[in-house]
Every structure is written in structure tokens, then in C-alpha cells.
């Protein structure tokens, strides 16, 4: 019996017991006030939110951050920040996310919705919390600045596209049209070959302070990019445009000379 009290202990007092815990109680906590609303509106901003929360929790171990926990730190406040009011502002702007338009009223798949987000959340930002949650005193290697170099890349990337996509939605005479500009005339998603390379990036400088296993880590950003390409991400923006512009005869050949996500691979 004391055994197991004693592991039921060293589970409580375990980081990542306990970021998990705020994970999922973040996620569950937004999900019964969208529910009872019936909106959409708070997930994306909650995913952001709880992203800044998990890697400033991680403090409470380490209070005193090294150069390479500092700058990880900050890169991920600073995508989360970005993207989260990017993104809130969006769907106030158009009133709705459409990827919840079968969701929003039914609960249960809504709470499927929301456990994802938590799970998703967790898996990307566990090499980070890895780096974060403990001690660190192994110098800068080159690693780190490759890691660091992917994440300014993906993050600029994604930021000009975003950008590039709001200004052509907001001028009238582009309403019903596909956008086919700047960076999204090499990539039909380059806001999502960003967004991968960035978590990439921030694999990499955490692998730094990794030892043994802890290496597999590098299956999170997989994850991600695996989610991305093949499920939620890519797949229903295709289908979309298929749907809308599917008969159009530029759209077709946008498809057919522009690659889904790196520019000129096909």
C-alpha cells in the first residue's frame, strides 16, 4: 500500500504529469464555455494561450534560464503570440471557422475537437519542455543555431504569408478568388511549410541538452508536419478549393504548376 502511495506521489510531483494537467484543464475549461455558446470563436486563441502557459509553467522548475532556455522561450512566446491574435482576429473578422460547421453543435465531436488540441499542444511542445524543465548548462553548439536559423526561417515565412493572404482577401476585387501572389505562387501553403520548419527549428535547439531516448523527440515535430500534410491541416484546404474552384481552368493549372507545400518540388 505505501508503495503505491509513494508512486502516486512521485506521478503528482512529476513536470510532466502536471503540464499535462494544465493542458487538458485549460482545454476542457474553454471547451464548456464554447459549448454552452456554441462557438468556435476561443479555440485557436486557447490553443495559442496554452502554449505560452505550458512553457512559462516550466519556471517553476527553473527559475534561472540559460541563454538557449531563454531564446526558446521566447521564440515560442512569440510565435504563440503572433499566430493567436492573428488567427482570433480572423474569425471575428468572418464570424466563423468553417472546419466547425458540422461541430459547433454537437458536443461530443466539439470535445473531440478540443481533447486533440491538447494533445497536439503536448506532443509539439515536448522536446521544449523537455529543455525547459530542467537545468541547463551545456554551451551553444551548432545545433542550436541551426535550430535557432529553421525557426527564424519558418517563422518569417509563415508570418509574409499570412500577410500576404489578408491583403489580398481584403481588397474588394479579389472577393471569390483564389490567391496565386508572392509567396503563394511557389507554395499553395507556404504558411504551413513555415510552421513546420519552425518546430523543426525548435527540436533541434532543445536536442542539444538531449540524451539517449530523449533523441525520439524528433517524432514530434513529425507529428506535426504528419497532422499538416495528411489530416487536418493541407487535406481540407484542397478539398475546398477543389470544391470552389475546381472548374475554373487557372485554377487547375495553379494546382497543376505549383507544389502543394516546397516551392518547386512536386
Keep these: 500500500m505505501g508503495s503505491k502511495a509513494s508512486k502516486m506521489l512521485d506521478l503528482l510531483d512529476n513536470p510532466f504529469f502536471e503540464i499535462a494537467t494544465v493542458d487538458f484543464g485549460i482545454q476542457f475549461s474553454a471547451f464548456i464555455v464554447s459549448a454552452f455558446l456554441k462557438t468556435e470563436k476561443f479555440y485557436d486563441i486557447t490553443g495559442s494561450l496554452t502554449y505560452i502557459v505550458l512553457a512559462h509553467l516550466c519556471t517553476k522548475w527553473v527559475p534561472e534560464r540559460s541563454m538557449r532556455q531563454t531564446i526558446q522561450s521566447g521564440m515560442i512566446l512569440t510565435w504563440a503570440v503572433r499566430l493567436g491574435t492573428f488567427l482570433f482576429i480572423r474569425v ?37 519542455l523537455l529543455l525547459l524543465s530542467r537545468p541547463d548548462f551545456a554551451p551553444l553548439t551548432n545545433r542550436d543555431y541551426l535550430g535557432f536559423s529553421l525557426w527564424i526561417l519558418g517563422f518569417t515565412i509563415e508570418v509574409v504569408a499570412d500577410f500576404q493572404k489578408s491583403v489580398f482577401t481584403n481588397m474588394p476585387e479579389n472577393k471569390g478568388k483564389f490567391i496565386n501572389t508572392g509567396l503563394w505562387s511557389i507554395s499553395r ?42 489530416f487536418s491541416g493541407i487535406p481540407p484546404l484542397e478539398k475546398y478549393g477543389l470544391q470552389k474552384w475546381g472548374r475554373d481552368p487557372q485554377y487547375i493549372e495553379y494546382v497543376k504548376k505549383t507544389s502543394s507545400l516546397i516551392p518547386y518540388l512536386w
Excluded: A
Design 92 to 128: 471575428l473578422k468572418s464570424g466563423k471557422d468553417r472546419r466547425f460547421d458540422k461541430v459547433r453543435g454537437n458536443p461530443k465531436l466539439f470535445f473531440v475537437y478540443w481533447t486533440m488540441q491538447g494533445v497536439w499542444i503536448y506532443i509539439t511542445l515536448l522536446p521544449s
Design 189 to 230: 501553403h507556404p504558411n504551413y511549410l513555415g510552421e513546420i520548419l519552425l518546430w523543426f527549428g525548435l527540436y533541434f535547439s532543445s536536442s542539444s541538452t538531449f540524451k539517449g531516448k530523449e533523441i525520439l523527440c524528433v517524432l514530434c515535430p513529425i507529428f506535426d508536419m504528419f497532422l499538416i500534410t495528411r
